[in-house]
């Protein structure tokens, strides 16, 4: 088992995609060191350690260099340890239809929340909300496919497509609230709505998902380097 000493993540509490390497980490039982940066003020850390994008999540392990990308970074976390909680399926065509399908995710779906916050007026919001709307039903259909009648995506417990998705349920609550819109709902996404709960309560998820206090905060300063509006 690693030890605090061998793994080090750079991160801050309210990201969605340093919370998806948390979600790892603790499925996997690896003890790790966690290293707050602060995003208005980067550090010297990451600016070294990820020259090219200058973005959280970092992982550190032992003298070996920088791992960034979240979605790399659980992968690689799952071949060091492939026999605790294995993330993706062993079978190359399912794992390439789940990769597909977290592409879907981080570049379609979740960039729809963002959007929404920078768009100025009722009319543009709710064309974004429609959006929104329509991707959580191809999620609810995905979902229908990958879990096979089971409680995740990934069967019995949680794979690849419940960390990729899960990490953004704090921001959905969030998002629903403020834009009064359900994004998972009983009627039109049961399914999605039933694993919410479940993912909620997951041992290794329930103390990874950040409460209101630093989505908020990570909120006001998304508004004020980059306020609705901007170019």
Same mark, same amino acid.
């Given at each position: 088992?690693?030890?605090?000493?061998?793994?080090?993540?750079?991160?801050?509490?309210?990201?969605?995609?340093?919370?998806?390497?948390?979600?790892? &980490?603790? /499925?996997?039982?690896?003890?790790? *060191?966690? %290293?707050?940066?602060?995003?208005?003020?980067? $550090?010297? +850390? #990451?600016?070294?350690?990820?020259?090219?994008?200058?973005?959280?999540?970092?992982?550190?392990?032992?003298?070996?260099?920088?791992?960034?990308?979240?979605?790399?970074?659980?992968?690689?976390?799952?071949?060091?340890?492939?026999?605790?909680?294995?993330?993706?399926?062993?079978?190359?065509?399912?794992?390439?239809?789940?990769?597909?399908?977290?592409?879907?995710?981080?570049?379609?779906?979740?960039?729809?929340?963002?959007?929404?916050? &920078?768009? /100025?007026?009722?009319?543009?919001? *709710?064309? %974004?909300?429609?959006?929104?709307?329509?991707? $959580?039903? +191809? #999620?609810?259909?995905?979902?229908?496919?990958?879990?096979?009648?089971?409680?995740?995506?990934?069967?019995?417990?949680?794979?690849?497509?419940?960390?990729?998705?899960?990490?953004?349920?704090?921001?959905?609550?969030?998002?629903?609230?403020?834009?009064?819109?359900?994004?998972?709902?009983?009627?039109?996404?049961?399914?999605?709505?039933?694993?919410?709960?479940?993912?909620?309560?997951?041992?290794?998820?329930?103390?990874?998902?950040?409460?209101?206090?630093?989505?908020?905060?990570?909120?006001?300063?998304?508004?004020?380097?980059?306020?609705?509006?901007?170019?």
């Amino acid at each position: 088992m690693a030890t605090k000493s061998e793994i080090k993540l750079l991160g801050t509490p309210a990201s969605p995609y340093v919370n998806r390497v948390q979600f790892v &980490l603790n /499925l996997k039982s690896i003890e790790y *060191e966690y %290293i707050e940066e602060n995003l208005a003020c980067k $550090s010297e +850390l #990451l600016l070294t350690s990820n020259p090219v994008h200058k973005k959280i999540p970092v992982l550190f392990h032992a003298n070996k260099p920088p791992i960034c990308e979240s979605l790399i970074i659980i992968e690689y976390l799952d071949e060091i340890k492939p026999d605790v909680h294995r993330i993706l399926p062993s079978n190359p065509i399912e794992r390439a239809d789940n990769r597909f399908w977290a592409n879907y995710i981080d570049n379609k779906f979740y960039p729809l929340y963002e959007e929404l916050r &920078l768009t /100025l007026g009722k009319e543009g919001k *709710e064309l %974004i909300k429609k959006q929104i709307i329509e991707g $959580s039903v +191809l #999620l609810e259909e995905a979902f229908m496919k990958f879990s096979n009648e089971k409680a995740y995506f990934g069967g019995d417990d949680i794979g690849y497509l419940d960390v990729v998705l899960g990490c953004f349920l704090a921001w959905t609550k969030f998002v629903e609230k403020h834009n009064e819109f359900k994004v998972f709902d009983d009627v039109r996404t049961p399914r999605l709505a039933e694993w919410t709960k479940r993912i909620w309560s997951h041992e290794a998820v329930k103390d990874v998902i950040p409460g209101n206090e630093p989505i908020v905060n990570f909120y006001m300063m998304l508004q004020k380097y980059k306020p609705p509006g901007a170019v």
